[in-house]
């Protein structure tokens, strides 16, 4: 595949992000289309000249709200960019950032943008409760019924309060939620609490260190809030003792031992074809609350354009995209579709596992993110447990501490390479994300 324009490579610039909320808390105020409209405002404020030269804006968000509908178009109309620009919006799942800045270098390619803004954005906080099929009720049709009959709502057999959130994170075709698919993945490669412990603890203990010594903070782009501002990831820096004391991690049960989950023994029963053998006695639930990522509120923003454009804007270029792979594995084993994406980013790109100095990985599970490392020694004969033991892999920490603001996470991983290769000697780096439905995404970026 050509990953260049007449020959010229395609670049990011000026990419930027909120700190990560913890869903419920500092950014809870504010819509996904405020937080990304505070980072486009910042851009913005650094580059002012950009604001007339930014043709498309494409957006990454999966609970896209009422209140925004085509959250790219709100986002473009609000942030002064040209009428005349194009603004679309894009859902992966999980992989809906990296879908963002993807989509927009492939119309860079096409020569229909020249200048184009990805934003990847999410309030996990604002995500919905709903009355599922109440409009197919005469009690609760229509507003004015459901307010005059909403006592009698828990009542109603058809009528049902769902959350949005648990409701997503559960594939449809499978039955199983996102743990579920953590857990499964987990059995079958034999992993075990300890080694998912050890780690999250690796993760909380760089993430930590990254912000303690400043590596972040050229990226981020604080917030002011009701209680104060927010200028770090909140999560990590709540559980700061977890890294003083990583027994801790040992101490949380894990989840398929705890009510309301069944037991582990259940769960075999009910995915042994996929785990590929049979519960034992001596069998251990390993996903816990502490090796699975938060639910998390942010955004994120950067420029797609070419190598010429960025020079005759005089934009700092931070990355060449140098290519992409996308890749589907079956829903239940979710997370390793980091694994496969990153492969054929590779078949797309004619390179090999060697060729790349640094990873970034998301970890919505320790048990995806070091079950995919398992997985490419396996299908690949490529250690990438070396490169974990090296510092080659998330160095500055990961979704597990950092968390995952769902559609703002593929910007917050593609900054992430930006730091290796502007921070480090790494001359390629790539990073990958898994979502829902077995999709996952992988982006190479180059030093410039």
Known sequence: MNFTKNGEKLVIASALRTPIGQAAKSLSQFESYDLGYMVIEELLTRHPFLKNKIDLLVAGEISQSSRAPNVARVLSVKSGLPLSAVAVTVANNCVSGFEAIIEAARRVLLGESSVALAVGLESMS??????????????????????????????LDDVKIVNSVDEGLVDPVRGANMAETAEVVSQSLGLSKKNLDQYAWGSFSKSLKAIETGKYKPYIVPVKHNDGILENDEYIMSKTGFVEKPERFEKATGIFNMPPHTSLKSFYEKYEKWIGKSFTENAEATVSLFNACPRSDGAGALIVTTESKARELGLPVQAIISGWGNYGVDPIFMGLGIAYAMNQALVNTNKKWEDIDGFEIHEAFAATALGSIVKVKQEWKFDLEKKLSENKINPNGGTLALGHPLGATGIRIAINQIMQLEQTDAKQVMGAICAGGGVGGALILEKP
Request: charged share 20%; with cysteine; proline share 7%.
């Open 126 to 155: 604002n995500m919905p409760l709903y009355l599922c099929n109440a409009q197919k009720n005469a009690k609760t049709a229509n507003l004015d019924k459901i307010n005059k009959n909403w006592a009698e709502i828990p009542t």
